[in-house]
Every structure is written in C-alpha cells, then in structure tokens.
C-alpha cells in the first residue's frame, strides 16, 4: 500500500516574525549608513568648509604675477636713453609638454628659428623650473605670431606672450654707462634667492647685468604685482577676479649730456680711448666714452655665440672694455700734481730752477735719462716746467721727494683707489709704493724707478676717470666731489585705491664729499693752476695750438705715455714700430679759467705720431666747443693772463706737440 507524501505545513507567524527581524535589521543598517552619510556631509560642509573651499578655490582660482615695468633712463636734458618696446615672445611651461624635444624642433621648424638657437635653448630648459613659463625666441615678426596662432592647438605648453623689452635707442653710445639688461640665469636665481628678493622677481625674465642698469637694478626694477583669475580645467582664463597692479620702477635722470656722447664718438672715431668729461662743482659725470664700443641691444634678446665670439676676437680691438675706467699710464698730465706737492712739501718754490741740458742723471750713475726736447729747455721754473712739459725738472724733483711722499699725496686725489662712481665695473688702478711692491712683486723699490714715477710712467697707472677727478680736486682747490652718473630719479604716485596716479616724486641726487686735501699755503693752488693756464694760453706752449682762436679760457696739460721701453742712444720713431708699442695720448682740460664748469680728461691708445697736444687735446677741443657753444668766457683779469690772443702764429707753431 503506497503511503501518502507528508505536505509541510507554513507557519506564517514564524516566517512574519522572521521577516520583521530581517527588516528591523536592515533598517537599522540603512540608518547607520544614512547617519555616517550625514556625518560625512556634515563634516565635509560644516567642519571642513573652509579647508576644501581653498582646495576649491585652488582649482578654479589661479594668482598670476604680474611684472612691473621697468623704469626708463633719460640724459640731464630729458632725452631718452633707455625704453621700454613691446615685443612678441615664444614661451613654454616645460611639464605640460610631453616630448619637449620634438615638440621645439617641429615649432621651431615652423618659425624658421635655427638650429644653434635650439641647441642653446634645450641646454637652458635643463637649468629651469619645469612649471615655470621659459622665454623661447623672443621678437617674433607678425608673421611669425600669425603663423603660430594658427598652429598653437599642435603645440600644448607653447604659447604667445607679449612683453615690454629694454631698447636702447643710442645703441653702442651709452653701452658702457648704461650696460644693458639681460636674461636671468641661474646664477642670478640663486643670487636673489640669498637676499629674499626672489618672490619680487617671479614674473620678471630681465635683470641688469652691467652699469647703471646693474648699480640701480633695485630701484629700476620696481615692485610685482599680481591679478587673481578664474580658470576652467583646462585652465584656460574666463575671467579676472581681482587685480594689484605693480608699481613702475624709477626713472632715473642722468648728468649725461648725449651731445657731448656724440662728439666723443665723432673725435674718437677710428681710435681705441677714452673719453671723459665731469663738471668739478658738484661731480657729475657729463660724458664718459670708451670706443670702441659695442651694441647693448645684443644682450637684451640673447647674443648668439657667432657675434659674441666676434666681440671677444682681439682684431676688433676688444670692445667688450671699458677704457673710461681702465688703466693707463698717465704720463705729463700728473706733473701739476708733483708740482704741487712739491710745493706743500717745501723741495721747490715757483722760483725754483734747475737747467735743463736734454737729459738727466743720478749722482754717481751712468744711465741718462732723456727729455722729450733732445737739445734741453735750459733754465727752467715751475711754471716753465708745465708749460714746457720738461721731463728734466721732474726727474730732478721725484728724486727729492721720493716714493712715499708722492705716493702718500697722490693717494688724497684717489689714485690708486676707486673714486665712488655709481658702476660696479671701475678699476683701482695702480698707485705705486715701497709697500705695493713688496706685496706684488716681493722686491725693493730703486731710485731708478722714483723717477719714472716723476714722468708718469713705470707701474703708475690712471683711469680717465680716476684723471678727471684729480684735476677736479685740483681746481676745486682741494675740495673733493665724488663723481657719479645719476642726477635724479623719479616715481610715480599710488593713491589709496591702489591706483597708478600721474603725478610723480622726484628725488635729486645727493651729491656725496669726501674731506677736502689741506695745503700748508692755499696759494700753491693758484701757482699751479696758473701753470696750467699758460700751457694752454701762451704761445710755443705744449697745449696751445689745440685751443687757439678758442672763445673760452680753458687750461690744461698735454702728456704721452710710453708702452714699450726704448733703450738707451735710440731713437723712438712711431713708424718703425709695431702699433702695439706706439705711445698713448694724455691731455686734461679744464674751463673756463677763473670759475671752472667742466674738466675733461682724453686717452688715446698708440697714435702713429705726435703726442697729447696733437692728438688728445683736439679731442678735448671738440668736446668743450660743444659744451660752451657760442658763449664767450674770458678771464676778467686781462693784465694777470695776458696769453689770450685768437691770432694763430705759424711762425710759434707748437713744437711740443710729443707732450
């Protein structure tokens, strides 16, 4: 008998009672999980609002510097001597390209930019900051910018920047007084960084690398700026939030006189020497010319290496340097100076004579030392001396003097030493001394040597600069005003909106002293300067044919500085010489007479013939007719300088033209 299947009986309550246990669970799943959601939010919204705000604003909200403008630098009339152009630059931010390499030779390929520039330009990308935007090619032509502006969405990381860049519109006149500015390099980043200046040169890519774009780099630079952006993801700018603009560097007002510059040039034109002109009352420079010289506007955009080579190779007669401040021997033109300490150190008196046979000896020693007159000057004084230039007379007082009270003297005019003109480039020069020698060479100083020093030849040496600053304490009459090339600078105004105003502050210059050289007799000054007076006024004198027919009374002293030694019994004769050992040309000039306003001081290098009278001092000429114009200053004491005569006579034409 089959049995009957068992049919299982549902126990509804025990399945209800199940169910209700299985949501009460869930339940109370869902309100764990629904409070720590809300615990979250609450977190995130009320305790962490303002720190995922910034993230926020991070994200959406982009500080960009903003680089302040340069100051511009005008000459003492108000011309401009440097300014700011706008120019179209090629830049990129390294970490947003992925093969920078390919990438720079296909853009560059596009611009028909060369391969020496890509070469120099992959080796700077290795010393800079992948997230920072790197200058590429600057002074991209308008075809150029078209051109890329086509193609940019080939080339992410590159892109088009507009800048204002430094034009100097003078070009090689003022390089060696202005310098130039040029592209910050590692070196400089580090430099900024130890003076905590980095932040305030974020967005800037110039820097001043030589003169007063150098010296005054911190005043010219001014102070950075910054606008706040919003950004989309693909950070691309949608609109300005906020905007700080920078503040103007100062601009500076120079004792330049362009003119002057020019007429420098023009006189120097075809020579290697230096120029340089100060006005003695208050120090300012009003001309300083090295030629040759060189075109600052290279540096600004990046020199190539072919043209940089060109400046450094010899046979363009290095125009890299600075001959202003640069050394030279300062032959004759320092005789005032002995002069006058002669004087002070009671060895000679304005009556003192000494004659003069066409050369000199030591007591107890064969070797004669030659004047530049083969036959002599006979008898000679003080002031015969300086009109005349006699080697003889000065021999003969360096010997009684000696080293240590010529060299203690010249040191108070600021030989050997650098005078505090506003540019890092300057030389000391050479002051020689017992001491100086010992140091340098390990050796004793001879008398031999002293009168060397009494000519301006041997190891002295003088800066052009260092020269017109001397003869600017000389007719001072003592009183010593440091030379500088800055006059005045000028700022422009933020009002308390944070807004640019036009007016502007003006500063002048304070001009800096040093304590003045004390004399035993003030009348020494008089003595000396009348000396130089008649070498310039008197006729046969050795300056006298530069400046005839002039309508101003200028003073002054002719030198020439031997470069090669020449032994004794020869003839020096410049056209059997190599032009490297020719004899430089000296001459320093001051006028008027009675209230001087401008000292010149003229360096030629190796001239083929004749000396400072016939080649450095129509130098000075040039650039004193154009300082003075058509004014007409004369000395008021006719009967005290009688020399002034506008008739040139052939028949005294000057024969000392070698000193």
Not at 104 to 114: C, F, G, N, W
Not at 602 to 625: H, L, S, T, Y
Request: with cysteine; glycine share 6%; charged share 25%.
């Amino acid at each position: 008998m089959a049995l009957k299947k068992r049919v299982a009986i549902r126990n509804h309550s025990a399945e209800a009672n199940l169910f209700a246990r299985r949501t009460f669970i869930t339940f109370i799943g869902v309100l764990i999980v629904t409070l720590i959601l809300f615990s979250n939010i609450y977190n995130l919204e009320v305790n962490s609002y303002q720190k995922y705000q910034t993230r926020s604003n991070d994200n959406r909200i982009k500080i960009l510097p903003v680089a302040p403008n340069r100051g511009l630098i005008y000459d003492r009339n108000g011309v401009l001597l440097a300014d700011n152009t706008p120019v179209y630059s090629l830049e990129v931010i390294p970490e947003q390209v992925d093969d920078i390499k390919s990438s720079l030779a296909e853009v560059s390929k596009l611009l028909d930019i060369s391969q020496e520039r890509q070469d120099k330009l992959l080796k700077e990308l290795k010393s800079k900051r992948r997230f920072k935007p790197i200058e590429l090619y600057s002074r991209l032509s308008e075809q150029q910018v078209s051109l890329f502006s086509v193609n940019q969405h080939k080339f992410p990381g590159f892109f088009i920047d507009a800048r204002l860049k430094r034009y100097y519109p003078f070009a090689d006149l003022t390089t060696h007084s202005l310098g130039y500015v040029a592209r910050i390099n590692r070196r400089d980043s580090d430099s900024l960084e130890k003076q905590g200046l980095a932040e305030n040169y974020a967005a800037t890519r110039n820097i001043g690398k030589l003169g007063l774009e150098r010296y005054y780099q911190d005043i010219l630079h001014g102070t950075i700026g910054h606008q706040e952006v919003e950004i989309n993801n693909q950070g691309r700018v949608i609109r300005t939030l906020d905007f700080t603009p920078p503040i103007p560097g100062k601009d500076l007002t120079l004792t330049l006189d362009i003119e002057l510059q020019m007429i420098a040039k023009r006189a120097l034109s075809g020579k290697r020497g230096a120029v340089v002109a100060i006005d003695p009352r208050d120090g300012g420079v009003l001309a300083m010319y090295s030629n040759p010289s060189f075109d600052g506007n290279l540096f600004v955009h990046g020199i190539s290496s072919k043209k940089y080579k060109k400046l450094l190779d010899p046979k363009n007669n290095k125009p890299l340097l600075n001959r202003a401040v640069q050394g030279y021997p300062p032959a004759s033109t320092i005789k005032p100076l002995l002069a006058l300490t002669g004087l002070d150190a009671g060895i000679i008196t304005p009556e003192t004579e000494i004659y003069d046979p066409g050369f000199y000896q030591l007591p107890g020693i064969e070797t004669k030392r030659r004047d530049w007159k083969k036959w002599g000057h006979g008898k000679v004084n003080l002031t015969k001396s300086l009109e005349q230039s006699c080697n003889v007379y000065y021999y003969d007082l360096a010997y009684k003097l000696g080293i240590t009270r010529i060299s203690q003297m010249m040191e108070k005019f600021g030989f050997g030493e650098y005078t505090g003109i506003d540019l890092h480039e300057e030389s000391r020069a050479i002051m020689p001394s017992i001491e100086w020698k010992k140091a340098r060479y390990n050796r004793s100083w001879y008398t031999g040597e002293t009168l060397s020093v009494g000519i301006g030849q041997s190891y002295w040496s003088v800066t052009p600069l260092q020269l017109s600053q001397a003869i600017s304490i000389l007719v001072n009459k003592g009183q010593i005003k440091v030379p500088h090339l800055l006059k005045a600078t000028s700022e422009v105004v933020i009002n308390s909106e944070n807004v640019i105003t036009k007016e502007a502050i003006v500063t002048e210059y304070a001009v800096d002293e040093k304590p003045p050289i004390i004399l035993k007799d003030k009348h020494y000054w008089d003595i000396v300067l009348d000396g130089l007076h008649n070498t310039v006024q008197k006729f046969g004198a050795t300056g006298h044919e530069a400046f005839a027919g002039s309508k101003y009374d200028a003073a002054g002293k002719t030198g020439s500085a031997q470069t090669a030694n020449i032994e004794q019994g020869e003839e020096y004769d410049a056209t059997k010489v190599k032009e490297s050992k020719r004899d430089n040309a000296m001459f320093i000039a001051f006028a008027p007479y009675e209230n001087p306003e401008i000292v010149v001081a003229v360096a030629i290098e190796n001239v083929a013939e004749g000396g400072g009278g016939a080649n450095a001092a129509p130098v000075a000429r040039q650039i004193m007719d154009q300082y003075f114009g058509d004014r007409e200053i004369i000395s008021k004491d006719k009967t005290k300088h009688p020399h002034h005569d506008n008739v040139y006579h052939q028949n005294i034409k000057n024969t000392a033209g070698n000193q």
